[in-house]
Each structure stands twice: as C-alpha cells, then as structure tokens.
C-alpha cells in the first residue's frame, strides 16, 4: 500500500477517534487553488503574464473608462475595476463639514462609504518612527471543517476580516487639503515634505497608506476576499482624497470631486517587485487586480516578517518599499511605490494622473502626525478589517457581473446573487412569512423607475430602513442601511471569466459581503458581529498573531491607543455629539477586540526570542478547555475608549483623542495581565523552524532533517550495535543527544556527554527515552512501564520514579514524556492511557482523562506534551493525531487507514500544536501548520524508523 506518486505510504485523511475505535468520517475536500477548467478551456493567457508600463516622475497619464479613480465606485464618470473593491477601502470623512455634511460622514454621489476597523495605533518620538518599521506575523489557519451556518458555527477567517493591513501617513502634494477652486480655477496645492514632521496633518497633502493582507478560500480576488482557494497575498494601497471648491474667501464650500472622490494606487506584493497590472488609478484594470503566477503567495501558519521602509534610512530608494519575507518558505515579495513601477498621484480638477514616487510623510510617529482627512486617525496602525461575510444557508436574486476593461482582459461572473437566506438572519426576530430571508433585492437597473428601490432592507437595531433606497442621495437615514447582502458568492463550484480564460472555483460556503449596494454589514448580523472570532477552539480559525512594530533602530514602539471608526456606520450613532456611539453596534451580538499573550508555547512558529515577549492577537480571548491562554483584554471592547470628537465623533479612540496615549504593555511596561512582557528589541529576535530535527531507524542511524524540502544534509550518528534502537532525545542546549538501544543502552552522539548508570536489560526491552531540562540526565522507559534513571557527563542521576505505572511481563508502554520543569511527565501505553508519574517525593502531575482512548487496542504510538504542560498529542498506528487535555484538534498532514506505519511525532520547537509525523519507511509529515521539510533517509518498504525528535 504505496503511493508511487511519492513512493511514501499512501496518505489518507484519518477518520475521527470516538468510542475507543476509529470510525468513519466524510473526506473534507479543501477548495483548491484557482484551476482552468480542462472542458473550459485555456490557460491565464495574458492575465497571467502581463505587467504593468512604467513612467518618469511627473508624466501625465490620462484615463481609462474603467479604472480605479473612485475606490469606492459610485463615480458620475468612470467605472470601477471591481465590483467590490469598496469594502478594501480607506474610511474617508467629510473635512469640511457644511450643509448636509454637518456630521462629517463622508459620501460619494450620495452614497455612504464607511465601514469598520477595530486598530491598534503605536507612537513614537524616536526618529524614522514615522517612515521604517518592521511586524513579524503568523498568519492564521482556518478550522478543517468546513465553516457553517449553524447556531454551532464554523467560520473561515475570510468571514471574518477581509483584509488585516499595517498602515502609514504617505505625502501626496495633490490629495487633500488639496483642492481645485472652480470659481477662481485655481488649484491650491498643500505641499508635502517627505519624511518630516514639519507636515502638518491639516495642511500637507496626505494620502493613506494600507499593506493589506487576504486570507484564501472565495477567490477570485474581482469579486471576492481571496487571491487563492488555499493560500494568502498581500497587497500595497494608497489611497488619496480630491476635493472640488466654490466660492471666495469665507463663502468657499468643498467637496469630493463627483468623478474621482477616492482615488487608489494598488500592487499586489510580488517576487521580482514589478506589478501585475498598472497599480495607477487611471489606467488600473483587471490585471491589476488578478493575481498571477509571480504573486508572493503564503501558506496558512506561515511565520512572515514585514517591512516598510522609505529613503530616510535607505538613500537608494526611489521611493516607499513594502516587504514581505515568508520566513516559513523563504520567499520574499515586495512592492515599490514609484513612478517606475507605474504609481501616480491624481489631479483633482481633472482625474488625470502624474506620475509619482511616494514617501512617508512623517519623519517619527509622535501621535499629532496623523491623516487630517481619514475617519481613523492615522500613523503606525496594525489593523483588521471586518463587517463583510455573512455565511448563509441559500442564496436568492441572481445578479450576475460583467465588465470590460480597455485592454479586452474582460471579467464575468454569472454567478453572482444579492440576498441571503437563513443563517444569521433567522436570528434577527422577523416575524410572518418569510422570517429568514436577507436583504434585498434591489432594482440595480439604472434605466428603472424603480431604480435603487430594496426589499428588507435593515437599520443597526435591525428595524426597516426609513429609506430603502440604496440611490437616495444626500445624507439621510436611509444611508446607513444594509440595503442588501451582494455580492454574494455561491458554495461549491463556480465558472468565472478572465481575460480569455474560464475558471473554476470551489467555494466551502455561501458568502455574502455586502458591497453591493453599501459598504458593509450595517444590521450587524453577519460573521464580525457573532462569537465567531478565534477563541481556541477547533470551530474557530487560529487566532492572527503579531510582534512590533519595531522602530528603525530595532525597538517597540513605547506608546499606543487602540481606535475604532465602526460608531460611524451605525445609523443610531450621531456624530456630532458622539451620543450613541458605541462597540458593539446595537444589532451586533459580538465586537471583536485587541488581546495580548506570553504563554509558552503560543508564540509565532519557528521565531526565537530572548525573554519571554508578548504577542498580539485579535479576536476574542483565546483558551483551550478552561485553561486561558491569553493575558491581557484591555478590559474588552472597553479598550476603544470614548469618540474623539475634535476629529470624528464616529471614530472611538483611547483617551478620546489623537494625543491621549497610554504605555505599550509589550515594550516592557507594566505587564500583559497575568504575565509580564519582556522589553525585546528586534535583534533579540531569530528565525528557525528548529535546532535540530533527527530521525532514528532500528538499525541506529541518526538523520538531519533539513528545514528546506529537496535539501538533504550528511548523517548525524551512525550507532552500532543490535538493530533494535528505540528512542531518541536532543539535548535542549548545545548539539547531540542521546539514543537508546533495546538492552537499555544509552548512547552519545554528536559531540553530547557521555551517559552514564543507564540500565541493562537481557532482552529487548527498550521503548522510549527522555532528557531533564537541564540535559543532565534522563529517564529510559521499558516496555513494561519500568521508568529508570541515567546521568550525563559527571552529573548525578535523577531522582527514581517510584509512582508511575507498571505492567509486569506485558509489553504495553509506548511513550514518556517530561513536564517542562523535569519533576514528572506521562507515558503512554498501548491502548491510548495516559499514565502520570513524579520524582520521590514529588507530587504526580495533572490526571488526564479526555485524551483517546481504545480499550484491548494496542494501536497508540507515540505522545507529546505541549510547552504549558496543559495537554498534548497522541499518535496512532493509522497517524491520527489525537489531542488531550487544553490541546486543541488539529488537521493531521498523512493518514493510512487501516494500515499500522506511524511510529512517532514531535511538536514544532516554540509551538503548542503543530509539528511532524515520522512513518515507519522513514517520511515525514506535517500536521496543522508545520513546514513541509527535507528527508534524508527513506526507504521505501522497509518499517525500520522508529522515532523522530527536535529541539
């Protein structure tokens, strides 16, 4: 039973562990990456393959009929590249507040555009604060069911947020204050100083900078949240404001420019840092926004590192850099905002563009230097973007979409529908006929009559909207409904076209995103304002975890305030005077907030720090079967303080205003709740996915894994002796380690201590090893439970186990493992029992009674204990990995149903729930996340490995 494709053990998907036996379970079929579809047709052809046309600095550039002028796509005069690009958006208000803009909520031809994005905001005096800066991230995993819409949900983080993102003040000389008098016909222009703080938020021109991150699974990216059906991208955008005046002296009024209010520069981040369409507004089409096969893609549990870096601290740049170095796979991708790579700035008379290269505004991230014009108050921002996903049991109201571009690399969705049915919307109250049906239709023929008209259209509280018009214009009641759910995006396979060429796409589950008709989930029933955010549970993605910013000269930034600009959106919020502004909205059972965490073993994957730092995660507060992981909360949604009302009292801000900052908690001040952070800098700070990852056959040969697949370094040991090794042990400090024989003989390699007092058996009876955490000594396991103690080097042995198991005569034991501090641990028998044990007079460890368990079943192998000693992993023969304790389910990478070849498994260094597998032909196989490695020894066939072990 091989799988000649890989001449490994054919792998399968295993089957849940209930009852003490293996039973059945669905195959669950992950949608797969974006495939042309064999009866359909073609190749990506020129979508694939073109890239965008580079300018000289202060080139004119005229546009196209479709484009990306107005980001949120409401224009008088052009068409937008995508459909729903709005919900990717900045959240511009209204500076100038007169007439029906008293409230500052921005609108574009009478459409409001806010939407919701909980932040995190850093400030710093120290200088290139405000223009270089670095965030190491993990990039979350989503459950291996397939998400629901249940009252038990499932959710994928694309439901959740359709775009993370770093942010950045950026100069822009023709943003606003910028503005074109049409009364005088002057263009006013607010000049902008690259990298300095003499820029003064309310009178530089500022454009705002957003290094957006999407997660996979509802490609494609034209009208959906992904790049991918599997894996994440990154994009570079840069948005800008242009305003028109009328009038003189006091009597002047502004306003969006009609044509081209929110004009946006976007790149995806690719590896040989040159575009896949023109990034400008005017010439912006679908190449632009179609990944292809040069994108920067990363796998979900990925360790990234991101960068943001201007000319202040590299002279060589032509212009902003934005970075990102898949620490994981070693790929890196980046984008230059320059007129090279086709990025301009925008007239705001005419729309026409200018070629430009863009820079950082400020020269540090003191909290004044902000975006005058932005409903977020700018600077160094680590965001998420949320209220577009509602999962939903039917889809209604066929609405499908169609675009040509000037290029002819036209874009078609047939398959494309307005309103949701069930789900969440069954829990909105509705009494009579139809009391789980969504939002919409509404009547998007402009031709109508009834043009703009909506069925069902909802308020925040969840009541009718006053104006069910999606096309009403001027600032009403009625714009902030949810008029309807589109786009909504069909389950399972869907044909699009791009270009030329035919797609089809596997989607896990009905979604909606709410971009057709308003930006965003405005009754706050959907996927952001449930219970649905990572929690530690297997229902729920992995949270997203951060660590910095760290400054140009490698420290955290000391201060922060955390902001939302959510209140803006909700129809009971006046902004005014801040009454009613508030997280969670009214119609939302849930707002998602800000957390920190130290706990061992919960740490971004294969990055090694000094010191025990904090990591940031968002969400809801993270735990695994009552054992809390995360430590600090900042009081919940408390944590968004009050509205700023000096700026937008739509915005909640820490402190109610821009300057009220407070200490950052991970640069060392104060502590993480329960636990303190340590003041780390960023050279404290490395990557590895591990020190060491060995694997031991029966016949004492030791081999290197090597982090890099295809990669195949020399042998670490060959030992002599009988062909029965058992075990393996890395020491936790310096190289080698030890490997036990089936007489109880215990051997160094690789430059390790000698040991010594190890046992002596007259048979082979040998089933495991363990080292002290202090590589002193360790414990030799025998097959009858027997646990004895050796020494390393000169040191004393440990203290006898007295208290563990034993089965005399019956070769039952399977594993052991040490608690972190070496004074118990747990071996593992046959069946699947978990057995505690302690040094003399030490009290036993916790008892473990929900792990798996398979009565007269000598089917367990093998198990680990996370760095929390809160729960852990066993393997079976068939290579499920079990969980037990506060372990939570994972998604085993290789599984052989009904075939006995797993031998052993280890969790990733750093992490609590992730690691490898080692079958009994020698291959190794990731589980939940872990990198894919290179193996040196396999040999096909032939069950000689035994175990595997890293450090």
Not at 307 to 332: F, N, R, Y
Not at 474 to 498: H, M, Q, W
Request: glycine fraction near 12%; hydrophobic fraction near 30%; charged fraction near 15%.
């Amino acid at each position: 039973m091989s799988d000649p494709a890989t001449n490994r053990p054919a792998r399968r998907r295993r089957s849940a562990l209930q009852a003490g036996r293996l039973t059945s379970r669905a195959l669950v079929v992950l949608a797969t990456a974006a495939v042309a579809a064999a009866s359909l047709v073609t190749t990506a052809g020129s979508v694939a393959t073109q890239a965008a046309a580079g300018y000289h600095a202060g080139q004119t550039i005229l546009p196209n009929p479709q484009n990306d002028l107005d980001c949120n796509g409401w224009s008088n005069t052009y068409k937008p590249v995508s459909p729903g690009f709005r919900m990717r958006c900045t959240d511009p208000i209204n500076p100038q507040p007169t007439g029906e803009y008293a409230s500052k909520r921005f609108e574009d031809n009478g459409h409001y555009v806010g939407h919701d994005e909980p932040t995190v905001r850093f400030s710093s005096a120290s200088a290139n604060s405000g223009n270089t800066m670095s965030y190491f991230m993990q990039l979350p995993t989503d459950p291996v069911a397939a998400p629901t819409s249940s009252s038990t949900p499932v959710a994928d983080y694309a439901e959740l947020s359709v775009a993370p993102w770093f942010g950045l003040a950026i100069c822009d000389p023709l943003s606003y204050p910028t503005n074109y008098n049409t009364t005088t016909s002057t263009l006013t222009t607010d000049n902008c100083t690259a990298d300095s703080d003499s820029n003064n938020a309310n009178s530089a021109g500022t454009a705002f900078m957003e290094l957006q991150f999407y997660a996979p699974g509802y490609p494609p990216f034209l009208d959906g949240p992904s790049c991918d059906s599997t894996r994440w991208c990154s994009a570079l955008n840069i948005d800008s404001l242009t305003f028109e005046c009328t009038g003189t002296g006091s009597s002047t009024t502004c306003n969006p420019n009609p044509h081209c209010g929110e004009p946006v520069n976007f790149a995806f981040l690719t590896l040989d840092g040159v575009p896949t369409g023109p990034p400008s507004p005017q010439l912006a089409d679908a190449l632009t926004q179609t990944p292809n096969s040069d994108t920067l893609y990363m796998n979900p549990g990925d360790t990234i590192k991101v960068s943001i870096t201007d000319t202040s601290t590299v002279s060589s740049l032509p212009a902003l850099k934005t970075s990102v170095t898949d620490l994981t796979t070693g790929q890196t991708g980046f984008m230059v905002a320059s007129a090279a790579n086709g990025f301009a700035n925008t007239n705001p008379n005419t729309c026409d563009g200018t070629a430009f290269n863009f820079h950082a505004s400020y020269a540090t991230a003191n909290p004044v230097n902000t975006v005058g014009w932005s409903a977020l108050e700018g600077g160094v921002l680590m965001e998420q973007e949320i209220g577009h996903g509602e999962a939903c049991t039917s889809l209604a109201n066929l609405v499908p979409v169609s675009f040509t571009y000037a290029d002819h690399n036209n874009f078609s969705d047939p398959t494309d529908y307005q309103t949701c049915d069930g789900a969440m919307e069954a829990n909105e109250g509705r009494t009579g006929p139809s009391p789980t049906t969504g939002e919409g239709p509404c009547d998007v023929n402009p031709s109508d009559v009834n043009f703009g008209v909506c069925s069902g259209s909802e308020t925040e509280d969840q009541a009718p909207c006053p104006v069910p018009n999606f096309n009403n214009p001027g600032e009403t009641a009625g714009n902030l409904c949810e008029f309807s759910d589109g786009y909504c995006l069909p389950k399972g396979a869907r044909t699009v076209t791009i270009g030329s060429s035919m797609y089809v796409y596997n989607l896990r589950q009905n979604l909606c995103m709410q971009t057709a008709t308003q930006n965003g989930d405005l009754d706050y029933d959907g996927q952001s304002y449930q219970a649905d955010w990572p929690d530690g549970t297997g229902n729920t993605p992995r949270t997203i975890k951060y660590i910095g910013p760290f400054d140009n000269a490698g420290n955290l930034y000391p201060n922060l305030q955390f902001e939302t600009d959510a209140p803006g959106s909700e129809q009971l919020c006046d902004t005014t005077s801040g009454a009613g502004c508030q997280v969670p909205p009214t119609g939302a059972a849930f707002y998602p907030y800000w957390t920190l965490e130290n706990t061992p073993g919960y740490g971004l994957a294969g990055l090694r720090p000094t010191g025990t730092p904090c990591v940031w995660n968002f969400g809801n507060t993270i735990a695994n079967a009552g054992t809390t992981i995360t430590t600090d909360t900042f009081s919940g949604d408390a944590q968004y303080g009050s509205p700023d009302l000096s700026h937008y009292g739509g915005t909640l801000i820490t402190g109610g205003s821009a300057t009220s900052t407070v200490a950052n908690p991970a640069d060392g001040h104060g502590n993480g709740g329960s636990g303190t952070c340590s003041a780390i800098t960023q050279s404290q700070l490395s990557y590895s996915v591990f020190s060491s990852l060995d694997q031991l056959d029966s016949h004492g040969l030791v081999g290197s894994i090597s982090p890099t697949p295809g990669t195949y370094p020399t042998t670490a040991a060959t030992l002599s002796g009988a062909p029965t090794w058992r075990g393996l042990a890395l020491r936790h400090a310096g190289a080698g380690g030890y490997a036990v024989d089936g007489d109880g003989t215990v051997t160094a390699f690789g430059g390790a201590p000698a040991a010594t007092g190890d046992p002596s058996f007259p048979f082979d009876l040998a089933r495991g090893i363990v080292l002290l955490p202090d590589d002193s000594g360790g414990y030799v396991l025998d097959a009858w439970g027997g646990i004895h103690p050796f020494a390393t080097g000169t040191n004393s042995p440990p203290p006898a186990v007295r208290n563990g198991p034993y089965w005399k005569y019956w070769d039952i034991a399977r594993g052991i493992v040490l608690d972190s501090a070496g004074t118990g641990g747990y071996v593992l028998d046959g069946w699947g029992g978990i057995q505690p044990f302690s040094n003399v007079n030490t009290a036993l460890p916790r008892a473990f009674t929900n792990g798996p368990y398979w009565k007269y079943w000598d089917i367990a192998r093998s198990i680990v204990l996370d760095p929390n000693d809160d729960g852990g992993y066993v393997l079976d023969g068939y290579g499920g990995v079990q969980a037990y304790g506060a372990a939570r389910y994972v998604a085993d990478d290789a599984y052989w149903r009904g075939w006995d070849i797993a031998r052993s498994l280890v969790l990733e260094p750093g992490t609590a729930d992730q690691g490898w597998v080692i079958d009994g032909f020698g291959g190794i196989h990731s589980f939940d996340g872990a990198p894919a490695v290179g193996i040196p020894y396999y040999y096909n066939g032939y069950d000689i490995f035994r175990t595997v072990a890293a450090n």
